[in-house]
Structures are given as structure tokens and as C-alpha cells.
């Protein structure tokens, strides 16, 4: 999007609104795939951190820490979001949660600051960058991210590679989301316009070269290439294994070391 947007009340207010409103089957998925990643680590630890990168007004773990009230004292969750008007709304969102915290700053600066934590989530927050970023900036930050995993962390990444579907969303809102909005047929076409828009402007970016959508085989190449492992690829999501970096055993290196010591030892003796 485009950043004016993150400061429009009257976008935020309608991105919170459709994002509450999302019970898509991929919203589904969504929630099933962290759900699953988290069970195993509570098996495995007593406590569980975790991390939404890019968390916007919170919706997405907000629906994940009430499904699991229950474990509320064993996790401990990072929201890191830049925009102030999106922090406003995740900050009233989430004050039932009682270890979770709000990070005000972008992903690289909030890693430097962040505890070891047990899963990344990157919710529709890793799939494009401005041209004027290099590429070395997200090198970076999956080196970051592996620095800050801990041992056998996840980074679990979702819908990183597509432009907006206009006419999938003009399809989906039908009288169930009408109903739901509550929200009269005049108010509720409003809102779709500015949501609409917003997407369309989007699009039109990736189309004029503003922004650069990352693509599925490039991404996990960036992960594979700093000792991630692909753990699951589906439905449009990642999941990432941190992976135990071993030093190669050079027999060559030890010869040489093993004739360095020995010519090392014979002259000491030749000089006895």
C-alpha cells in the first residue's frame, strides 16, 4: 500500500473492519498452520515466544491468543508494528493478553532489541519491496532473523507473491458480510470503494516497477541460502526451520596441521 494509507482513520477503520469480517478458507488455513507450529513447540518448552512482524491492527493474533487462552501465561508475544494509527488499534486490541508487547519500530531495528524468540509470523507483510531497498537489506534480515531464532524456530510466511484479486474480493463480500457489518448497502458499498482503491493502487505499483514482488522461488532461496531449511510449502504459505550450522571436518586442514606439529617438535629436538 501505499504508506499515506497507514495514517488514513478512514482506511484503517475499514482494513480493521474486513479483516475481522475474514473467515475465508484461507483465513482458516492461516490460523490452522501457526496453530499446529505452536502446539509442538508447547509440547516441546514451557514457554513460547513469538513474533508478528508487519502486525497491523492485530486481528490475526488476536483470533490465535483467544483460541488458546488456556497457554496465555506460557507465551510471550512481540507485535512489531511501524505505523502509529495501526498501533493505536492493536494497542486496545491486545491489553487482555498478558504478556504480549508492541515494538514501534520496523522488523531489522525491533530484531536488535527482541529476546530469542521460538516463531517469526509474517502475515501479508513479506512479499514486496521498493526497488531504492537492495536486495541485501533482506539478506540481512533472514540472517537476523536466524541470529534471533531459537534452536529449531519457525518463521512461517503468508501470501507473499500476488497481486490483489479485485474481483475475488468484489465476490466475496455477499448479504453474509452485509449482514455481519451491519452496515446499510449505501455505507457498506462506501467501504468497499476505499478498500477497493487502495488495492487497485497497489496493483498499479507492482505494475509501474514501484514495488517488486519477491516471488515464491526467490524468497526461499533467500531462506535456504542462510541455513533455513523449507519445512511446508502450502497454499500460498511458508514455513522455515532454522537449521544447526556444522563446521566441516577438513581432513586436509588436519594434515596439515598434524605435519606443522611434528616439523615443529623435530626442530625443537634438533636445537636440544
Known sequence: MKPEYYDNSRYLEIYDLFSSLDDSEWSKISLNILNDVFKIKILQQEQVYISD???????????????NKKYWKNIFFTFVEPSSSMRKILKERIKIFPNSSISPYHAEKSLDYMKP?????????????YPNDKFYKYKELVRSLYAKLNTNGMVIISEIYNK?????LENSIDNNYF??????????I???????QAMLDFNNQIDSGDFTLFGKDKLIQLFLEN???LEKEISGFLIFKKTIRVQQFSFRKLSYNMLYILNHEKTQKIHI
Open 190 to 196: 462506501d467501504a468497499l470503494s476505499i478498500l477497493k
Open 164 to 168: 490483489f484479486d479485485i474481483h475475488l
Open 117 to 129: 524468540q521460538d516463531i517469526f509470523i509474517f502475515q501479508r507483510s513479506l512479499y514486496s519491496f
Open 53 to 67: 512482524i508487519g502486525a497491523g491492527t492485530g486481528f490475526y493474533s488476536y483470533y490465535f491468543l483467544k483460541k
Open 227 to 229: 541455513n533455513f531449511t
Open 179 to 188: 449482514y455481519k457489518t451491519n452496515l446499510s448497502k449505501e455505507e457498506l
